[in-house]
């Protein structure tokens, strides 16, 4: 049974850091990605990493907002930095699962995910 699992929310003061882990199980995936939903808002990408470590950050996140993986661990890794208070979202792991392809470019569309976690709440204070 695939499981992605959110770990390392919490509360921060605005220009603090935080980072989000996604433990993954029974899964080969395509790309992995981060997404948030803040209250009365749409789910949105904020980045997002192919297997070969191609990389995708949504504007608003770039050079603050850091995506990894740990192959070997099985684990998705988001370091947020500079942290905003806009940034106060529920936080969302999600997968594509694996196909044949010439080249891999990580999207940050909610649909074309197949899995997701349960979330993590991230809040930033001013």
């Known amino acids: 049974q695939v499981q992605l699992v959110e770990s390392g929310g919490g509360s921060v003061q605005s220009g603090g850091s935080l980072t989000l882990s996604c433990a993954v199980s029974a899964l080969t995936y395509y790309y992995m990605g981060w997404f948030r939903q803040a209250p009365g808002k749409e789910r949105e990408g904020v980045a997002a990493i192919c297997r070969d470590g191609s990389t995708r950050y949504a504007d608003s996140v770039k050079g603050r907002f850091t995506i990894s993986q740990d192959n070997a661990k099985k684990t998705l890794y988001l370091q947020m930095n500079s942290l905003k208070p806009e940034d106060t979202a529920m936080y969302y792991c999600?997968?594509?699962?694996?196909?044949?392809?010439?080249?891999?470019?990580?999207?940050?569309?909610?649909?074309?995910?197949?899995?997701w976690g349960q979330g993590t709440q991230v809040t930033v204070s001013s």
């Open positions: 999600a997968a594509v699962r694996s196909r044949i392809a010439y080249y891999c470019t990580p999207g940050l569309s909610p649909p074309e995910y197949d899995y």
